[in-house]
């Protein structure tokens, strides 16, 4: 596709419950980053692709959270137990390559744990 | 602490008129970048400054960087109301792997 894609676009689910958010970036970009955003603040980083391998996960809130990407392109952030706390909008980014380049965002999954 | 922090947290001017926001960070950077996001949504890219440089432009925009004060500023000239948004600054440091965002400057341009 011509941007990044985020599927799917609103996920609300029951607290405790399990989630996957998948990303979809942009063909031959080989950094890939995950961000999440709660209302009227700034993203914030949660961890970051080169290639299939997480280089950076220090964003990482707890063991509850995890990432793949296992073939160098799509990446699925995977959530366990879901607690109300983790409800925000989460965004996936990626570039060409790392530094010095723009990202490109996508349109965001928006969580809600009830 | 946020990298980025950028002033004002909410500007409201009239249509034609120019919007300056300002973006302070901590550490030593490779470049800084501004974003717009509408509706809490997907972000864009609006302007990517080096450290090496100390303005650039782009249509109406206009970014300077000045980094022996860590600080970097976003001027929309003739502002329309199609410009409402919340604008963010964001770092890449040297030592880093990731953008840093600030917490957004929310933009109202009224018609």
């Known amino acids: 596709g011509a941007g990044v894609s985020q599927t799917p676009s609103n996920k609300v689910t029951e607290k405790g419950k399990y989630v996957e958010l998948r990303c979809d970036p942009i063909s031959g970009h080989t950094a890939l980053y995950w961000y999440r955003q709660s209302l009227g603040q700034g993203p914030e980083f949660l961890i970051y692709f080169q290639g299939t391998g997480a280089a950076d996960d220090s964003g990482l809130p707890n063991d509850r959270f995890f990432a793949v990407r296992p073939e160098g392109s799509v990446s699925t952030l995977k959530i366990q137990r879901t607690e109300r706390g983790d409800s925000a909008v989460y965004l996936c980014?990626?570039?060409?390559?790392?530094?010095?380049?723009?990202?490109?965002f996508g349109q965001g999954t928006r969580l809600t744990v009830v | 602490s946020q990298q980025g922090e950028e002033d004002p947290q909410a500007l409201s001017i009239q249509e034609g008129e120019n919007a300056t926001m300002n973006c302070s960070y901590k550490t030593s950077i490779n470049n800084l970048q501004w974003y717009r996001q509408n509706s809490g949504r997907g972000l864009v890219h609006l302007i990517l400054?080096?450290?090496?440089?100390r303005e650039k432009h782009s249509g109406r925009l206009r970014v300077t960087l000045d980094t022996s004060k860590k600080s970097s500023s976003l001027l929309i000239t003739a502002s329309r109301a199609a410009d409402t948004a919340s604008y963010f600054c964001?770092?890449?440091?040297?030592?880093?792997?990731?953008?840093?965002f600030g917490e957004g400057t929310q933009l109202t341009v009224n018609p």
């Open positions: 980014a990626s570039s060409f390559t790392h530094g010095n380049t723009e990202a490109f």
């Open positions: 964001a770092t890449d440091a040297r030592s880093g792997s990731r953008l840093t």
């Open positions: 400054i080096r450290s090496n440089e």
